[in-house]
């Protein structure tokens, strides 16, 4: 069955940096575009990043545009989001996500998700 698994979540000080990975597996990940979302304590589910099945393109929110980098290792069936200058707003859990699409259609965002990883999270504190 399709399964992602997300890694790499943690306790990171404010200026820090985490990578979050997500293994993928049941689907020929070639085929998908990926996206990052977080949801913070409290509050409703954000889109970070996605990026196309072949990693060609690449899209950020704002806030982690010049912070944050989404990447893929297509031969690993992994996304990867390296997150740096962290800061404190940046504490969520973070969710891994398939697009029923091969490319990261922005205008349809989150909708274009058919599966969702367990989360993994990310702490920003001193």
């Known amino acids: 069955q399709v399964q992602l698994v997300e890694s790499g979540g943690g306790l990171a000080e404010p200026g820090g940096s985490l990578r979050l990975s997500c293994a993928a597996s049941?689907?020929?990940?070639?085929?998908?575009?990926m996206s990052w979302a977080r949801q913070a304590p409290g509050k409703g589910l954000e889109w970070v990043s996605g990026i196309d099945s072949d990693g060609s393109d690449k899209y950020y929110t704002d806030s982690v545009k010049l912070r944050d980098t989404i990447s893929r290792d297509n031969a690993k069936n992994t996304v990867y989001l390296q997150m740096n200058s962290l800061k404190p707003e940046d504490t969520a859990v973070y969710y891994c996500?398939?697009?029923?699409?091969?490319?990261?259609?922005?205008?349809?965002?989150?909708?274009?998700?058919?599966?969702w990883g367990q989360g993994t999270l990310v702490t920003v504190s001193s």
């Open positions: 049941g689907f020929t990940f070639s085929n998908y575009a």
């Open positions: 996500a398939k697009s029923r699409f091969s490319r990261w259609i922005m205008t349809i965002g989150l909708n274009a998700v058919d599966t």
